[in-house]
């Protein structure tokens, strides 16, 4: 399985990106896929996940009703669509995935990791 994400940028404050993570490798039926983002001294955090198939999907609570996650199933392609960004959306921007269709917000849960993609919130 790879995992190619991509989309992110330097915006300012308020603005809005779209994050794509391409997926290969396999028929991701029975997967859910997340979003995870790290800054700089600080863990791994969860921000989203959804289930391939169902597409049914799970936020962290400082992203509802700003971030939203979909996935084109056609294009292998799952999408994290961020408005009115913060600074403190600053981060690097992971995908993931695990080969179960429980969405889960532990990383250990996930299978899978792309490389990851940087997002710059500037006030």
């Known amino acids: 399985v790879q995992l190619q994400a991509s989309g992110g940028g330097l915006v300012q404050t308020g603005n809005s990106l779209r994050l794509s993570c391409k997926a290969s490798g396999r028929p991701f039926s029975g997967y859910s896929m997340g979003w995870f983002r790290q800054a700089p001294g600080l863990d791994r955090e969860f921000v989203a996940a959804?289930?391939?198939?169902?597409?049914?999907?799970i936020y962290a609570d400082f992203v509802k009703g700003r971030f939203a996650i979909s996935r084109d199933i056609t294009k292998n392609t799952m999408f994290l669509q961020m408005n009115n960004l913060k600074p403190e959306d600053t981060a690097v921007y992971f995908c993931a995935a695990s080969a179960t269709a429980t969405l889960t917000t532990f990383p250990t849960e996930y299978d899978f990791w792309g490389q990851g993609t940087l997002v710059t919130v500037s006030s």
């Open positions: 959804l289930s391939w198939t169902a597409g049914n999907s």
